[in-house]
C-alpha cells in the first residue's frame, strides 16, 4: 500500500530506501510516490524528467519470496506486466495493443515511451533480499524538454486528463500482485507473459545497433539473466545484456535514435 505521498523529494527511491534503513517501513510490501523530484533517476544513471503533479512517480519496497540471484530478472518481468496491466484500462482502445514492453523494461506505446524503471535489489548470500522499484509513468504531461526517444503521456493519446491518484493506486496494487506471482506461478509461465508482450517480438526482422554498428534481426528469446537473444537473417544468434544493444527507433519528427546507447 502507499503508506506515504510527498509533494517534493530528491528521488521516491532514494527517500524509501532511508524511510527503510531508518526503520520507518518495515512492512513486507510498503510504496510511496511524490508529487514531484529534483534528483528523479533512471537506468545507469540517466535522468527522469517529471512535470511536478502531472505524473506518476512511485517507488515500492518489497521481500520478493525466495528470488535467487540468477532469477532477479523475474522482479523486472514483474513489474513491468504489472505496468502494463495498470495502464490498459486507461489507453484507448486502439492503442491497447501497442502497449509493449521494450526489453529490458521500458513501456513502450508503438514507437513511444511512457514509462521507465528502475530496480534495486540488496542480496543477501545467493537471494534477493529486498528490492527497491522505481516507477515514473507519464499521465498529463504535454511537453518534454529532454531528448528523445519520442516521450509520451496518456494525456496525449487520449486528449484528457486521467486521475494521477487512480493511476497510481491501480499500479501499487499491480505491482503487488505481480510480484506475489514469483512464488505462486511457475518462471516459464512468467516468461512466456513477457514475450508475449515484448517490444517487437513479432517474429519479424528490425534494425537494431551494437558497439560494431548496425544490423538486422528477430527477438529470439530473453534468457533467465534477462539476456536478449537475436537471430540475424544467415542464421547467427546473438546475445546481449543490457546497453550491449538497441533497438534502432524511429522519431516522430524524423531520423532515428537507439536510446541506451
Given at each position: 500500500?502507499?503508506?506515504?505521498?510527498?509533494?517534493?523529494?530528491?528521488?521516491t527511491?532514494?527517500?524509501?530506501?532511508?524511510?527503510?534503513d531508518c526503520?520507518?517501513?518495515s512492512?513486507?510490501?510498503?510504496?510511496?510516490?511524490?508529487?514531484?523530484?529534483?534528483?528523479g533517476?533512471g537506468?545507469?544513471?540517466?535522468?527522469?524528467?517529471?512535470?511536478?503533479?502531472?505524473?506518476?512517480?512511485?517507488?515500492v519496497?518489497?521481500?520478493?519470496?525466495?528470488?535467487?540471484v540468477?532469477?532477479?530478472?523475474?522482479?523486472?518481468?514483474?513489474?513491468?506486466?504489472?505496468?502494463?496491466?495498470?495502464?490498459?484500462?486507461?489507453?484507448?482502445?486502439?492503442?491497447?495493443?501497442?502497449?509493449?514492453?521494450?526489453w529490458?523494461?521500458?513501456?513502450?506505446?508503438?514507437?513511444?515511451?511512457?514509462?521507465?524503471?528502475?530496480?534495486?535489489?540488496?542480496?543477501?548470500?545467493?537471494?534477493?533480499?529486498d528490492?527497491?522499484?522505481?516507477?515514473?509513468?507519464?499521465?498529463?504531461?504535454?511537453?518534454?524538454?529532454?531528448?528523445?526517444?519520442?516521450?509520451?503521456?496518456?494525456?496525449?493519446?487520449?486528449?484528457?486528463?486521467?486521475?494521477v491518484?487512480?493511476?497510481?493506486?491501480?499500479?501499487d496494487?499491480s505491482?503487488s500482485?505481480?510480484?506475489?506471482?514469483?512464488?505462486?506461478?511457475?518462471?516459464?509461465?512468467?516468461?512466456?507473459?513477457?514475450?508475449?508482450?515484448?517490444?517487437?517480438?513479432d517474429?519479424?526482422?528490425h534494425?537494431?545497433?551494437?558497439?560494431?554498428?548496425?544490423?538486422s534481426?528477430?527477438?529470439?528469446?530473453?534468457?533467465?539473466?534477462?539476456?536478449?537473444?537475436?537471430?540475424?537473417?544467415?542464421?547467427?544468434t546473438?546475445?546481449y545484456?543490457?546497453?550491449?544493444?538497441?533497438?534502432?527507433?524511429?522519431?516522430?519528427?524524423?531520423?532515428?535514435?537507439?536510446?541506451?546507447?
Open positions: 500500500m502507499i503508506v506515504k505521498v510527498f509533494k517534493e523529494v530528491g528521488s527511491n532514494d527517500e524509501l530506501r532511508r524511510m527503510v526503520g520507518e517501513v512492512d513486507e510490501y510498503s510504496a510511496i510516490r511524490a508529487d514531484f523530484q529534483t534528483k533517476r537506468q545507469v544513471g540517466n535522468g527522469w524528467e517529471s512535470q511536478a503533479g502531472k505524473n506518476v512517480l512511485l517507488s519496497y518489497a521481500k520478493p519470496a525466495g528470488v535467487s540468477d532469477r532477479q530478472f523475474l522482479i523486472s518481468i514483474a513489474v513491468s506486466l504489472a505496468i502494463v496491466d495498470a495502464l490498459e484500462p486507461f489507453l484507448p482502445q486502439d492503442f491497447r495493443p501497442k502497449l509493449k514492453i521494450k529490458p523494461n521500458d513501456i513502450y506505446v508503438a514507437d513511444s515511451k511512457m514509462a521507465g524503471i528502475l530496480i534495486e535489489n540488496r542480496l543477501r548470500g545467493r537471494d534477493v533480499y528490492s527497491i522499484i522505481g516507477v515514473g509513468l507519464n499521465v498529463n504531461q504535454l511537453f518534454f524538454r529532454t531528448e528523445p526517444p519520442n516521450p509520451v503521456s496518456v494525456k496525449l493519446l487520449t486528449g484528457f486528463d486521467a486521475d491518484e487512480e493511476i497510481a493506486s491501480l499500479l496494487s505491482i500482485s505481480r510480484l506475489q506471482q514469483l512464488g505462486q506461478i511457475d518462471d516459464d509461465t512468467l516468461r512466456r507473459d513477457y514475450f508475449s508482450h515484448l517490444y517487437r517480438a517474429g519479424g526482422y534494425d537494431f545497433a551494437d558497439r560494431a554498428g548496425r544490423f534481426a528477430r527477438v529470439a528469446g530473453v534468457g533467465p539473466d534477462g539476456r536478449l537473444s537475436l537471430s540475424l537473417p544467415g542464421g547467427e546473438r546475445s545484456l543490457f546497453k550491449e544493444v538497441e533497438h534502432v527507433i524511429p522519431l516522430l519528427g524524423g531520423g532515428e535514435v537507439t536510446p541506451n546507447l
